[in-house]
């Protein structure tokens, strides 16, 4: 694929294409009738730019699709420029036999150095050597951990604090600090896209990528640009939502058969039907409520779905929000709790609570104080990962609150293969739940919401 001009290699698009929708992008083909229409009609444009203009539709996705544009250039020997790929504009030398942290073949060291040459220093064959000599018990852990061992075997760990130490002595400056951890960053990407890129071809597709894109990543890894992100795409599902009318059915004089009762007037008539009764459908607008558990393990997941709510109330008739972590702290009237104002929640929690979540209390809590005011057509959604600290469940508490609403859903933040474990108590709770679901990426939040809402 040539990345200027107009001259597009219709089996390298096909390619791109393809990888970008494996790895979670909603590339439809509306999209690519404008990225033809834009190269036939402004033909001196760049095609990567027009690539992206037309198949990225949130800030968060930029990252991404520039990996999987390098990784597909790495592929096309004739089109890439091995200059232009991968270069990090770093003033910097490797020179291997450095102390390194961790196992290895000895790490490498970096220090500044004017005359480095700057195109060696990043390139994919210096990342892989240091992947190459990866022990197996290391790449059996997360791609995150296996960044940070080869970062430890590049001795950055150690010569970033030495840096941080020499700028609290006043020998460095702060701008120099920050160049530093510029070069940090900027090889961790290299060398998580590098990782990455083993695992496609090992595993020979795509589909790996999706764990990187935002819908696919978990709510608690974002950084805070990447949460303006993810709330703009909440506020616009929520207004979606609540703009969707929901209805019951009531009894009428007129309007459709209601066939349940038809079949129970067919039985005692013996196949003869004397009468027949009719419903119709009207609004429906039922009282939610929402129990948070914000407990340090849980509450980068509780901010989002407050934020959620927040845009849902107009679907309902009352929204009542609770807190909690060992105790109930009701917040329905306070607007900025309601929206995920994390660091006074986290400033109650620390005053309020002994920081360890006790479900069977909570919900003992919320039966005696609150179920008598619950309205029987409510339901109640409750986030939390179970966790219990190894406290008595107390499952009869959600059993009278299940007896009394219309329906439980529970939302855990956590891998299903993770909801039974010992200290946790989910399978207890579990018989007096509608339903279970997984909620630990936004897409996760866009299927229960559609499924609840």
């Known amino acids: 694929m040539n990345s200027k001009g107009t001259k597009v290699n219709g089996w390298s698009l096909l390619q791109l294409i393809y990888a970008l929708r494996e790895a979670g992008f909603a590339i439809s083909l509306s999209d690519l009738k404008n990225v033809l229409a834009c190269l036939k009609r402004f033909p001196d444009l760049d095609l990567k730019t027009v690539l992206r203009v037309n ?4 800030s968060a996705e930029n990252e991404l699709f ?15 420029d091995p200059k232009e790929d991968g270069v990090i504009p770093v003033q910097s030398q490797i020179s291997l036999g450095g102390q390194g942290l961790g196992r290895g073949f000895g790490g490498i060291s970096v220090f500044p150095n004017p005359t480095g040459s700057e195109s060696e220093l990043v390139s994919p064959q210096n990342v892989q050597a240091f992947l190459q000599a990866m022990p197996k018990e290391i790449e059996e852990l997360a791609t995150e951990d296996q960044v940070q061992w080869v970062l430890g075997q590049m001795n950055l760990h150690q010569v970033l604090n030495s840096k941080e130490l020499s700028y609290q002595r006043g020998e460095i400056t702060e701008e120099e600090l920050d160049h ?31 764990t990187e894109h935002w819908l696919y990543r978990p709510l608690e890894s974002f950084s805070q ?31 459709e058969i209601n066939m349940q009762r038809a079949i129970q007037e067919l039985i005692r008539g013996q196949g003869c039907i004397f009468r027949l009764e009719y419903q119709k459908r009207v609004p429906r607008r039922p009282e939610l409520v929402v129990l948070c558990d914000i407990s340090n393990s849980v509450l980068p997941y509780s901010e ?15 929204v009542r929000i609770f807190l909690f972590i060992d105790s109930l702290w009701d917040v329905t009237n306070e607007e900025e709790f309601s929206q995920g104002g994390s660091q006074k929640i986290q400033a109650w929690s620390r005053r309020n609570s002994s920081g360890y979540s006790d ?43 299940n007896a009394k609403v219309n329906r439980v859903y529970w939302l855990n933040p956590l891998d299903e293969k993770d909801w039974f474990t010992s200290d946790n108590v989910l399978k207890e709770y579990k018989p007096y739940c509608s339903e279970i679901f997984r909620c630990r990426t936004v897409k996760d939040l866009q299927l229960v919401s559609r499924k609840v809402f």
């Open 304 to 318: 989002f779905l407050l934020f959620l709510v927040s845009h849902l109330k107009l679907r309902f008739r009352k």
């Open 225 to 255: 640009e990447e949460k303006n992100t993810v709330q703009q795409a909440l506020k616009l599902l929520g207004k979606r939502l609540a703009q969707r009318p929901g209805f019951r059915k009531k009894a009428s004089v007129r309007g």
């Open 55 to 58: 198949f990225i539709h949130r």
């Open 66 to 80: 520039e990996a999987i544009w390098s990784m597909l250039r790495r592929e096309s020997l004739d089109d890439s």
């Open 180 to 210: 530093f951890i510029t070069i940090k960053a900027q090889w961790q990407k290299k060398i998580r896209n590098e990782l990455l890129w083993n695992h496609i071809q090992k595993e020979n597709q795509w589909g790996i990528l999706k």
């Open 359 to 401: 479900y069977g209390k909570v919900f003992a809590e919320f039966q005696t104080d609150w179920l008598a005011v619950i309205s029987s057509q409510a339901t109640l959604l409750i986030l939390g990962d179970g966790r219990n600290n190894y406290r008595p469940a107390q499952a009869e508490y959600l059993q009278e609150i």
